[in-house]
């Protein structure tokens, strides 16, 4: 099984500067690409502090400058938000200037916040059809002379510039949940990015059914697929409870940008009470320390376990937790000194 980080910079307050939060993200990309980590993977957001990323290439061509092997990878695009032409291109020139690093991750997007400010009237459906549209195109733009008549795009016979350093162009990797984009993603030749959130092993399997079915269903082909979870690796008991604590207050602040409900000012969303935190059952810290991959080095080793023997290829190593950067090292360093060596 490889391994990668997934990690963005987050504010939590305005007292954080946003240099120190670059600072913090290359020393993290730099352990992962000292201790064998395949890949990094930061994704896309726009005018939320909550994460940080409004140009995911910008950042892995920053980063690419501090690390000397680890793959570049975005986790993810938001589709929609990018004409064909440009995401190839921008992609391709990431390519050029990493060396050959870049692999591209691509989704609809999420958050409807963004969507009113970016494109005002798209919904999760538009979106998801303007994707379908947008990633079958990038393949035949960097192989050159693609014209387009399509529902979202019309274009005459285009050549990404520049070619990107890899054959074929960087791997596609396709976000996906329900059957019908495992589907897509399978039959065009991508690979599979899956996240549960915070659902469990039940959905972790799910997942992963819909995968090996969307295989069976196109002639055995069979991409890679990746895990995305959050992840701790405490030092003992107490430590984790702690994080499971904080991944609490992660999720219910993730599902308050989700239901685009509360007012946002400078991109920090209004603060939640701690009563409206403990009423959240569904976030509750037991639940996620049942439900995530989390606990000592052993327990994590055991969990991981679990979703290699059910198939998956890489598993993605979800920081962003709202903790303070040296646990945010902490966990990471176990997780690369004590966890990924039982997988050698």
């Known amino acids: 099984m490889d391994f990668s980080l997934f990690a963005h910079m987050e504010r939590l307050g305005p007292e954080q500067d946003h240099a120190s939060l670059r600072r913090e993200l290359i020393s ?22 909550f994460t940080i990323a409004p140009n995911p290439f910008i950042s892995l061509v920053d980063i690419a400058h501090q690390t000397k092997k680890i793959r570049l990878g975005t986790g993810t695009v938001i589709a929609p938000f990018w004409h064909p032409i440009r995401l190839a291109g921008e992609a391709a ?13 691509i989704a609809r997007g999420a958050y409807s916040y963004e969507y009113e ?13 303007r994707m379908r549209e947008t990633a079958p195109l990038l393949r035949r733009l960097w192989q050159g002379d693609c014209a387009h008549e399509g529902e979202f795009y019309q274009f005459p016979a285009t050549t990404a510039s520049p070619s990107p350093v890899q054959e074929g162009g960087p791997p596609i990797w396709l976000a996906a949940r329900d059957p019908n984009s495992h589907a897509f993603g399978i039959e065009n030749g991508f690979n599979i990015q899956v996240t549960p959130l915070w659902q469990g092993m039940a959905e972790i399997e799910s997942l992963m059914a819909r995968f090996e079915e969307a295989c069976a269903a196109h002639e055995g082909k069979r991409p890679k697929i990746m895990l995305l979870h959050h992840t701790y690796v405490g030092s003992d008991a107490e430590d984790v409870d ?6 609490s207050r992660f999720y219910c602040y993730f599902g308050a940008w989700f239901q685009n409900k509360r007012p946002v000012r400078k991109g920090l969303i209004e603060a939640l009470s701690e009563e409206e935190m403990a009423g959240n059952a569904l976030m509750a810290p037991e ?12 327990e994590v080793i055991d969990q991981i376990k679990r979703y290699e023997d059910l198939g998956y290829d890489e598993y993605a190593f ?17 997780f690369i000194d004590d966890v990924m060596p039982a997988f050698a």
């Open 28 to 49: 993290l990309a730099q352990m992962a690409d000292e201790g064998g980590m395949r890949a990094l993977w930061t994704g896309e957001h726009h005018g939320m502090e």
């Open 93 to 105: 020139a990431a390519d050029l200037v990493t060396g050959g690093r870049i692999e591209l991750g």
């Open 117 to 129: 400010r970016m494109m005002p009237g798209l919904d999760a459906w538009e979106a998801g059809q």
């Open 242 to 247: 702690r994080a499971a604590r904080d991944l």
């Open 287 to 298: 639940n996620l320390r049942r439900d995530l991959t989390m606990g000592t080095a052993q």
């Open 318 to 334: 979800w920081i962003d937790s709202g903790m303070d950067f040296e646990r945010k090292r902490a966990s990471l360093a176990r």
